[in-house]
C-alpha cells in the first residue's frame, strides 16, 4: 500500500492546500495530512483546531486522515512507514526552503523520498499567512479557504 504523507503548518487550511490533498488522494492508495510544528512560526489556531477544520474540509475523501504530530518529519514517516513526503510548490521562491527541508530530511533518513506537486495556478499566490493577513484588516476570504474554514474564522472573531 503507498501511503503518502502531506505536512505542513496548515494554520489554517487553505483551497490551495486542500486541491494538493484532492489531487494525491487519486495518485495514492492513502493520504495521510499531518498538522506538524514549524518552530519558525506562531500559529493562530491551536493544532486541534486546525486537524478538526481539515477533518471536516477533507470529508468527502475516503483514503484521506488527519493526524498531529510534535516530532521529527521522519520520525514519523519512519514509524508509520510512509511511501513518501509531498509537498505543494507554488513558485520558484518556495523551491529553496523545500529542497532545503527535503535534503535535510533525506540525510535524517535515506528512506524518507520528498515529491512536489505544483500548486494549481489559480492558487499559486495563496497562503495561509496572507489568508491571516486579509482575515484580520477585514478583508474577504471567501474561495480562499474551505467554506467550513471560512464559518470558523468568522465565528470565533464575533466580538
Ligand atoms: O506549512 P509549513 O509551515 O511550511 O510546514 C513546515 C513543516 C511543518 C512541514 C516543517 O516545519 C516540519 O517538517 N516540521 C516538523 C519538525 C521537523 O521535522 N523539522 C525539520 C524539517 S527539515
Do not use: C, W
Not at 65 to 71: L, W, Y
Not at 77 to 100: W, Y
Not at 133 to 157: C, Q, S, T, W
Request: aromatic share 8%; glycine share 6%; net charge negative.
Amino acid at each position: 500500500m503507498k501511503r503518502v504523507l502531506y505536512p505542513g503548518s496548515f494554520d489554517p487550511i487553505t483551497n490551495g492546500h486542500l486541491d494538493i490533498v484532492r489531487r494525491a488522494s487519486k495518485m495514492f492508495d492513502e493520504v495521510i495530512v499531518g498538522v506538524l510544528v514549524n518552530a519558525q512560526k506562531s500559529p493562530m489556531f491551536d493544532e486541534d483546531e486546525r486537524v478538526k477544520l481539515i477533518n471536516e474540509a477533507i470529508k468527502d475523501l475516503n483514503n484521506v486522515k488527519v493526524i498531529k504530530f510534535s516530532g521529527l518529519l521522519v520520525d514519523y514517516v519512519a514509524k508509520e512507514n510512509i511511501t513518501a513526503i509531498v509537498k505543494g510548490l507554488r513558485a520558484i521562491s518556495d523551491f529553496e526552503m523545500e529542497l532545503q527541508m527535503a535534503s535535510m530530511n533525506k540525510k535524517l533518513n535515506d528512506d524518507a523520498e520528498t515529491i512536489f506537486m505544483m500548486t494549481a495556478t489559480e492558487y499559486s499566490y495563496l497562503s495561509s499567512s496572507l489568508v491571516k493577513e486579509v482575515f484580520r484588516f477585514g478583508g474577504e476570504i471567501a474561495g480562499l479557504v474551505p467554506d467550513n474554514v471560512y464559518k470558523y474564522m468568522h465565528e470565533k472573531n464575533k466580538p
